[in-house]
């Protein structure tokens, strides 16, 4: 089983999509459930209604979840095994107060070292922590000897004990850490794969660590991805407006261009354009670089230029808020001049809106106007345009310009007898 195990503290960032994206593809070569898992343990930073958020976006992928499991849920387990680990003095109850340990990390700090725990309360005696009355966390012990895996894209990796440290699994409020909750609900759910960002690397020894102090002998495989730069090469963060999923939404990018970019990302694939369920069929982690790969924006405008003249048109339609199929097709012809839904919806809103009659244009647009009310529909547009020259007496700039205004609301664009075809079951409502 797979699993994408988002917290619901903020917007979906384009990382976490890139990891659904990767656990879904991998589900699906596998022929195995992948599960979604809300990590909503941190209750002072959950954000009300972000688990939704996440949920939509998948579906707007189509990232087909198996099943929905909320960390929280699974908090009386947490708790059970934590207790487990202290009876078998694998974990220890810690008293030290949040300004000691701050205290310790300053003196490492200054001292330029690692910060790690300095042991005070891992030897203490059953009567000193029974008459103990301060709250206290629990402890793991550290390791006694180093915690190697193997990672589908790193390799080979080894950890220290001193690297692992004594760390918490239990707050003092009685809620399990992310490492501890991580670790136990991936037994629970029986996971096969973990596909998370190189940022998770630390945690991972750490978790391994809690399963084999567990006796958990069931191997989990792990794929650390490579982080995503921005355009300066730095790590993306929440600052950059395009880590946001919301972001590339509301710039007009369409969800098939964006899952194409972020398979394409650092990848070696067959091709450049390609769609979801085409990277199923050949899709592997291990063509994936080691190197961070850099965001490229205009790259996306390319992608989602070339996916909207792939769409079907009543598809790109409704993408544009339309229902007829010849809108989607009205939409294709202008994609030379715009790469995204925010770029182009302001066109094709403009042939459905009042048009400009307060230009130079003025009276032969009220002239051609006229003449159109009274015009059979014609099939193709240079019949309508020998009509309405001979009706009207104008030709040249005289006529081909505010024929555009009355067509289109603007000087320029693609060609009319290009876009005639998609407008002539319209025209009577373009040009009122």
Known sequence: MLRFAPSPTGDMHIGNLRVAIFNY?????????????????????????KDREILEILNLFGLKYDEVYYQSHNLTIHQHMAIKMLEERKAF????????????????????RAYRYGGKCEFLSDKEVLEN??????????????VEFTDIIKEKLSFAPDDIDSFVIMRADKTPTYNFACSLDDMIHDISLVIRGEDHVSNTPKQIHIRNLLGYDKEIE???????????????????????????????????AIANYLILLGNKTPDEIFTLEEAISWFDLKNLSKAAAKFDIDKLRFLNREHMKMMDPKDLSRAFGFADAAIGNLVKCYLEEGSTIKEIKPKIEAIFSAKPFDTEWEKEMKILQEAMKSAPLFDSFDDLKKYLMKKTGLKGKNFFKPLRLLLTGTQHGPELSYLYPYLKSYIMEIIK
């Not at 589900?27 to 009300?48: G, L, S």
């Not at 009355?133 to 180093?146: S, V």
């Not at 991805?225 to 999923?245: C, Q, Y």
Request: some cysteine.
């Open 25 to 49: 593809i991998i589900a699906k070569q596998r022929n195995e459930r992948f599960i979604v898992r809300i990590e909503d343990t941190d209750k002072e930073r959950n954000i009300e209604g």
């Open 93 to 112: 109850a810690c008293f030290c107060s949040p300004e000691e340990l701050e205290a310790e990390r300053e003196a490492a700090k200054k001292a330029k």
């Open 133 to 146: 009355e301060k709250p206290f966390t629990i402890r793991l012990k550290k390791p006694k000897k180093p």
């Open 222 to 256: 792990y794929a650390h991805l490579p982080i995503i730069l921005n355009e300066n090469g730095k790590k993306m963060s929440k600052r950059d407006s395009a880590s946001s999923v919301k972001w590339l939404f509301h710039e007009g990018f369409i969800p098939e």
